[in-house]
């Protein structure tokens, strides 16, 4: 179903022309009357639309909403070290169902559990399949991506909005909050957070990622396998509020 | 750094009388004048103390409080049925980490696992001891307490301020978000939230559950395991951001 996105509030039932999308919709498209397609509102509400006749614009009747997305409106990339035993496995399930959008397995200084080259591809395949059974399972519209990324220090961090390092020396600050970087963050963007093994980050990765936002996930001491957990329930209790009656 | 409790509330400067501890500070410890210790008051708040003098009883003024409370400002009771397999424990472990105040396992409808007189003893003891070591991990001043409790039906919820019924029948219903519930409690409540088993809640259950904060927990189905850990997240985001600048 073809999207499209406008700067107006929609409302069902009401009728409307097109604009910036009328090229793509008249000659990309060819739509015609009866054609059907979503449009998303200023208010981040997707509408199914219906078109009711074309000239030099494309007319459309909004029919109905749509269904929310199962989505996380701001893009979640979870960097994270293995974790020994079942924790890992236990720690992408729950990420998945709570939204992550991929994950990027880095070797931390302090990581209990490193693999090489030949166990990396099968391991890969036991945890792409743990991914997507729970996205399956959380009726998300996307399974979440894998890999064996690069070391932390050459991680490109370029592509990400925000990047949050989540550290757990910040833990006796108060003024270290997730919530302060969250409050930058606006719907559509996409966010990094680097998590430790469970033995913490080095005074060195801690040194190499200060030019992050540096930040502490509540009061309490979260173990490696929850903090990920925390942050993305934080961003979904953050951003997926309904707008206000 | 010795620590105790008292049921007093406890001002910085001001100086106070050993009660229940008195055998301990003197006999065990055997603190002399100058020696320095932390006394969690009422509040939940953690004080360093220090001895001015001894007699029949150890008097202590209050130097100053100590970090901030790693106890969540709402008291959150889970009330949830056993889980299959490590699951259960798994959740009160992390539920621990992240600020519940106390779990009453109730039997569900759809309970795949059901507990009866000895075993439940012998269980309980297995389960106190994976939250006594959460607790101690994550900093808690208070190490939660578990039990088996009554029925849904019977249970009486009259002592929280608020009690919400996590329902996954709420899923698509944007409207029916634990924020609304969260913005009507203040700071010191206690707030109850139900959880149901893997199966899910009877329509019974549902019925029955009806005059309570119906619920769901963001757009994505979570499982039965995962839903409490997003709950006390949200909680904690909602309530411990720290006073604006």
Same mark, same amino acid.
């Given at each position: 179903?073809?999207?499209? *996105?406008?700067?107006?509030?929609?409302?069902?039932?009401?009728?409307?022309?097109?604009?910036?999308?009328? &090229?793509?919709?008249?000659?990309?498209?060819?739509?015609?009357?009866?054609?059907?397609?979503?449009? %998303?509102?200023?208010?981040?509400?997707?509408?199914?639309?219906?078109?009711?006749?074309?000239?030099? &614009?494309?007319?459309?009747?909004?029919?109905? +909403?749509?269904?929310?997305?199962?989505?996380?409106?701001?893009?979640?990339?979870?960097?994270?070290?293995? @974790?020994?035993?079942?924790?890992?496995?236990?720690?992408?399930?729950?990420?998945?169902?709570?939204?992550?959008?991929?994950?990027?397995?880095?070797?931390?200084?302090?990581?209990?559990?490193?693999?090489?080259?030949?166990?990396?591809?099968?391991?890969?395949?036991?945890? =792409?399949?743990? #991914?997507?059974?729970?996205?399956?399972?959380? $009726? $998300?519209?996307?399974?979440? &991506?894998?890999?064996?990324?690069?070391?932390?220090?050459?991680?490109?961090?370029?592509? *990400?909005?925000?990047?949050? *390092?989540?550290?757990?020396? =910040?833990?006796?600050?108060?003024?270290?909050? @997730?919530?302060?970087?969250? +409050?930058? #963050?606006?719907?559509?963007?996409?966010?990094? #957070? %680097?998590?430790?093994?469970?033995?913490? *980050?080095?005074?060195?990765?801690?040194?190499?990622?200060?030019?992050?936002?540096?930040?502490?996930?509540?009061?309490? #001491?979260?173990?490696?396998?929850?903090?990920?957990?925390?942050?993305?329930?934080?961003?979904?209790?953050?951003?997926?509020?309904?707008?206000?009656?």
């Amino acid at each position: 179903m073809q999207r499209y *996105f406008t700067d107006e509030e929609l409302t069902a039932g009401a009728v409307y022309t097109s604009g910036a999308d009328t &090229h793509h919709m008249k000659n990309v498209m060819r739509f015609k009357p009866g054609q059907e397609f979503h449009m %998303v509102d200023n208010t981040r509400t997707a509408f199914l639309c219906e078109v009711t006749e074309t000239d030099d &614009h494309v007319h459309y009747r909004v029919v109905s +909403e749509v269904e929310e997305s199962p989505e996380l409106p701001v893009r979640t990339s979870i960097f994270c070290p293995l @974790l020994k035993g079942e924790k890992f496995e236990w720690m992408i399930q729950k990420s998945t169902e709570l939204g992550a959008s991929d994950f990027h397995i880095f070797e931390a200084d302090r990581s209990i559990v490193k693999l090489d080259g030949k166990k990396r591809a099968k391991r890969l395949e036991r945890y =792409n399949k743990v #991914i997507r059974e729970a996205g399956e399972q959380s $009726r $998300r519209n996307m399974i979440p &991506h894998i890999n064996f990324g690069k070391s932390l220090e050459n991680t490109d961090f370029g592509a *990400f909005d925000a990047v949050v *390092f989540a550290y757990e020396g =910040n833990a006796g600050n108060p003024a270290a909050g @997730l919530e302060h970087v969250l +409050e930058t #963050i606006r719907v559509g963007d996409s966010i990094a #957070i %680097v998590f430790g093994p469970e033995g913490g *980050f080095s005074d060195n990765e801690a040194a190499l990622m200060e030019r992050f936002h540096s930040v502490r996930l509540g009061p309490r #001491i979260l173990r490696a396998e929850t903090a990920p957990l925390y942050a993305l329930s934080a961003i979904s209790h953050q951003f997926e509020q309904p707008a206000s009656d």
